[in-house]
């Protein structure tokens, strides 16, 4: 459809291209385009199109460090101009960028549901009338009637409409007519909620997310039961920002809970701001762990609520390992686990992980328990013989995998083999830069790049940049992490470059 193909261009050329007429009214443009979206919309998402701005600057400056990365754009607009007969990105499309590009779901209900409708609203307010008038003409769309003050057109099956520099794209005419007269109206998303959604997130970003949790919470009748665990029925929104800066690309997230009637017991992961920290092995990605027994807790009281049955036969089991094997899980084992977890994760899904225990000897005796329990109480788990391997155990699993555990230096350690776990223990966690809260992760990305163009260049008969590693160079750092409280989750990604 030569419209949608228009309408893709506007996207995707403002990722990839450069050079356009920009706007400094993002704000009014925001709240223009927002004017067609449902207040209780599941999502919307509004994408930058000023490829003048620093944050294009930017992406055009990472692009640029790759191999051919200057081409892609290119290579992409003359895909556009070939699917759009007689379209020009540099006469028809470039001229009406510059503001955000609105787009939504119409219902909750069929966003959660199995519908393949095209629940869709989308709305730019363009920089260029002339320039619409032009490939509103090119594209030969045709005038089916008005809404509301605004022109509607179809072209090969796609409704959109015009008003003066408006731009509304509807999945279907009646979803189209509903967004233009609700835009004549106050019962519409406002930029105060989709902002109150991405407070303390860049205000400046290529893409920025609104998700209204609740609205989906409710709407998902599967859902009824989970409302029931106290964090679950306190989330609210959920805003996310995707950005460029000259060596950076970031996503942030900041998801709202009413925390009111929270407190910290309540929540999934450990309160604070105080980072955990991580095990960095060349080519594997490190993940940290503050107090993993927070973890614990929150799955055993949601596990309750959801399935009372089912967690009274997991507390039978418990109190059965106490009486015959001597255990306290929850005192031996769950109680020990209130320092770091690091977990080191291979691309060939080989893994190390560690675990500071409060108390190193009594904890090293009750992995000794349990590795004499685990032949009978592992026969879920798929377990079927477990041997000691020097001062460590392993486990061997009837689909003919094993995995290694024990005691060593003081700290927990397990691992797919003797030599992942032993180097876990020889390993000290570190600091992650910039990082905050109580999961923290981090690679060189570049190595796990490499790792991975290694493992799947062969299978897909790769070579040249991909096969020599020339595509993950310019790869500096991935590192990420999440912070909680009663008011919510902050989180950050970010994947630097050379």
């Not at 443009?29 to 927002?34: D, F, R």
């Not at 959109?160 to 005419?173: K, L, N, P, S, W």
């Not at 320092?339 to 090293?364: I, K, Q, W």
Request: hydrophobic fraction near 40%; include cysteine; charged fraction near 25%.
């Amino acid at each position: 459809m030569r419209l949608l193909a228009s309408t893709a261009a506007i996207l995707v050329c403002a990722i990839f291209a450069a050079g356009c007429n920009g706007d400094e009214s993002s704000g009014g443009a925001l709240e223009s385009s927002l004017a067609y979206v449902p207040p209780n919309t599941p999502f919307a998402v509004a994408i930058d199109t000023d490829v003048e701005g620093e944050q294009y600057q930017s992406l055009d400056e990472i692009l640029g460090r790759f191999p051919s990365g200057d081409a892609l754009g290119r290579m992409l607009q003359d895909q556009i101009e070939q699917g759009a007969d007689g379209v020009s990105y540099e006469e028809d499309v470039r001229p009406l960028l510059g503001n955000p590009f609105v787009v939504s779901a119409t219902d909750p209900a069929s966003f959660v549901d199995d519908s393949e409708d095209d629940d869709f609203v989308a709305a730019i307010q363009v920089a260029d009338t002339d320039a619409l008038d032009g490939l509103i003409e090119k594209t030969e769309a045709r005038e089916d009637g008005e809404v509301a003050g605004a022109t509607v057109y179809e072209d090969e099956g796609t409704v959109f409409a015009v008003e003066d520099d408006m731009v509304v794209i509807g999945g279907t005419r009646d979803l189209l007519e509903a967004a233009l007269e609700r835009a004549d109206g106050d019962d519409h998303l406002d930029v105060d909620t989709f902002e109150r959604s991405l407070e303390g997130l860049p205000e400046e970003a290529l893409a920025r997310i609104y998700v209204d949790l609740q609205s989906l919470l409710e709407q998902d009748p599967d859902t009824e039961v989970a409302r029931q665990v106290q964090w679950i029925s306190a989330l609210r929104t959920l805003g996310m920002t995707a950005s460029a800066a000259d060596d950076a690309v970031e996503v942030e997230f900041n998801l709202r809970t009413d925390g009111e009637e929270l407190s910290e017991e309540d929540l999934p992961l450990a309160a604070g701001d105080e980072a955990a920290q991580v095990v960095r092995i060349p080519g594997e990605v490190g993940f940290g762990l503050r107090d993993p027994s927070q973890v614990i807790a929150f799955f055993e009281s949601t596990f309750q609520t959801i399935d009372p049955a089912g967690f009274g036969e997991y507390e039978t089991g418990k109190r059965a390992i106490s009486q015959r094997f001597d255990i306290d899980v929850d005192e031996d084992l769950f109680g020990q686990l209130t320092g770091d977890l690091s977990v080191s994760l291979a691309v060939d899904g080989t893994f190390g992980a560690r675990a500071e225990v409060e108390d190193p000897d009594a904890f090293e005796e009750t992995v000794e328990r349990v590795a004499q329990a685990l032949p009978q109480l592992g026969a879920g788990l798929g377990v079927t013989d477990v041997a000691p391997r020097g001062n460590l155990f392993e486990a061997r699993l009837e689909d003919g995998g094993r995995f290694v555990f024990g005691v060593r230096d003081g700290v927990f350690v397990a691992g797919s083999d003797a030599a992942r776990a032993g180097a876990m223990a020889s390993r000290e966690p570190e600091d992650a830069s910039g990082a905050e809260g109580s999961l923290v992760m981090s690679a060189d990305a570049e190595q796990v790049a490499l790792q991975v163009l290694r493992q799947v260049a062969p299978e897909l008969g790769l070579g040249g940049i991909f096969g020599g590693g020339l595509f993950a160079r310019p790869l500096d750092e991935l590192n990420g992490s999440v912070a909680t409280s009663t008011d919510g989750m902050r989180g950050s990604f970010s994947l630097t470059v050379d």
